[in-house]
């Protein structure tokens, strides 16, 4: 059992965000299901997410590229992620079994290594952790307990990194249909292209 954390909502202390994590096997035919038929964007895609960092999946390191695409509907960000090489991750590992969809559900808690340990103290088991340029994990994947049946992640909560998330929530809150899905090299690109950006 989690000790109390002294809160009236017991899982406060994952954080006030989510994301729910899709992983797709074709990223054009699952961005066009969203944008056309579940009319969520617009998304925006950043190719070379991992950028050179570090990542260790099950204990050894691996050299796993993703693109991923982001959106939100309300308050929660969808989150579509596309292995784009062969290199071991829990992606390829999801993909591999036949399965496809919902894979995990984020959260960015504020004291995050905290957060961290008291997931892995309740049963919760690392399978892969994605560090900064500073040697510190940045990301965050758990296996559960089986009665949850999905993968929690964990990633620090920052100004920069709920800076840009909230360019992304602008972009879906004022989207009127046009460009559905907007594609940039980086995540600095995307930065870079004033795209929901406040005033």
């Known amino acids: 059992m989690l000790p109390a954390s002294g809160s009236s909502l017991e899982f406060s202390f994952l954080g006030q965000r989510m994301q729910m994590g899709f992983v ?8 066009r299901y969203w944008t056309e038929v579940l009319n969520v964007g617009p998304f925006v895609v ?14 050894s390191e691996t050299n796993m590229e993703l693109t991923l695409a982001f959106a939100y509907m309300g308050d929660v960000q969808i989150e579509l992620v596309y ?18 969809g919902l894979h995990h559900v984020a959260y960015w808690p504020e004291r995050f290594e905290s957060v961290c340990s008291r997931l892995e103290a309740s049963g ?21 307990p089986g009665h949850i049946g999905v993968m929690i992640e964990l990633v620090p909560s920052s100004p920069a990194r709920l ?32 795209e929901g950006a406040d005033g």
Not at 24 to 31: I, Q
């Open 24 to 31: 797709v096997k074709d990223l054009d035919a699952a961005l």
């Open 163 to 194: 800076a840009y998330f909230s360019r992304m929530q602008r972009l879906a809150a004022e989207w009127d249909g046009a460009r559905p899905i907007r594609r940039y090299d980086s995540l600095d690109a995307f930065l870079a292209s004033g």
């Open 83 to 100: 292995p784009s090489n062969d290199a071991a991750s829990q992606y390829k590992e999801y993909i591999e079994s036949g399965r496809e």
């Open 124 to 144: 919760f088991s690392e399978v892969c952790s994605v560090y900064g340029a500073d040697g510190k994990r940045a990301v965050v994947h758990y296996d559960p």
């Open 46 to 59: 950043i190719g070379n997410a991992i950028a050179g960092r570090r990542v260790v999946y099950r204990g």
